[in-house]
């Protein structure tokens, strides 16, 4: 069954700390990977995306790393900010039908 | 500001009622996506249309159906609606069928089934 899990469910950290967010999938075949960020009661806004090909993406002062091999994706926040609260949710394509799994999020706390 | 409209904002309906949500895509995207978010069940991929036709299917229920115009906006019917309906609806559009496109979401629907 194609399943994403992120890891940990929740963070709290202070401004200007950095925090790492996991993603675990066992989604096959694997087409391409996708971190949402999305404010309470707002729609998601993309983040990064990866194929199978590629092993780090960044937007500023957020990375994206993907290990298809181990079926892993980090997200790292670097300095984070107040406005970086929020969920973030690793989303994984299984084939090119444009199929989506979605993981249940990491709620990210940044406190001042 | 993504460019993706949605109407109505909230809604509120009783069980076994029939809904319409309205989605207009960004200026030039063809792809529409439908995605449910409720709290117990996260966000779900519903389906897919790319110029007019159906293009990928997730987890829509046999009450659901959707369809997108000529002009390109897509609209979500919702039927015989039951409590557990109750979520959050989002559109999202691109500019094609390529699975890395970007996807903009629009702000979303809230649905209240009392």
């Known amino acids: 069954k194609n399943q994403v899990e992120q890891s940990p469910q929740s963070l709290i950290i202070l401004e200007g700390k950095n925090c790492t967010l996991q993603c675990n999938y066992t989604v096959s075949p694997f087409s391409n990977l996708r971190w949402y960020k999305q404010d309470t009661g707002r729609g998601p806004v993309s983040l990064t995306i990866?194929?199978?090909?590629?092993n780090t993406k960044s937007n500023g002062r957020y990375t994206a790393t993907l290990d298809a091999d181990t079926k892993q994706s980090s997200l790292h926040i670097t300095a984070s900010q107040l406005s970086d609260s929020a969920s973030y949710i690793c989303?994984?394509?299984?084939?090119?039908?444009?199929?989506?799994?979605f993981g249940p999020g990491t709620r990210l706390s940044v406190l001042p | 500001d993504s460019g993706v409209t949605q109407t109505p904002k909230h809604l509120i309906t009783a069980t076994g009622q029939r809904v319409t949500l309205r989605c207009s895509p960004r200026s030039g995207d063809l792809s529409v996506y439908w995605y449910q978010q409720s709290l117990d069940q996260g966000l779900q991929f519903l389906i897919q249309y790319y110029n007019g036709e159906e293009r990928a299917k997730g987890n829509i229920l046999e009450r659901f159906s959707a369809q997108q115009f000529p002009d390109l906006h897509s609209e979500l019917n919702l039927s015989s609606l039951e409590l557990g309906d109750s979520a959050l609806y989002f559109c999202?559009?691109?500019?094609?069928?390529?699975?890395?496109?970007?996807?903009?979401f629009g702000p979303g629907t809230r649905l209240t089934v009392t």
């Open positions: 990866m194929t199978f090909s590629e």
């Open positions: 999202a559009s691109s500019p094609g069928t390529s699975d890395t496109y970007e996807q903009y």
């Open positions: 989303v994984v394509s299984p084939d090119y039908g444009q199929n989506f799994v």
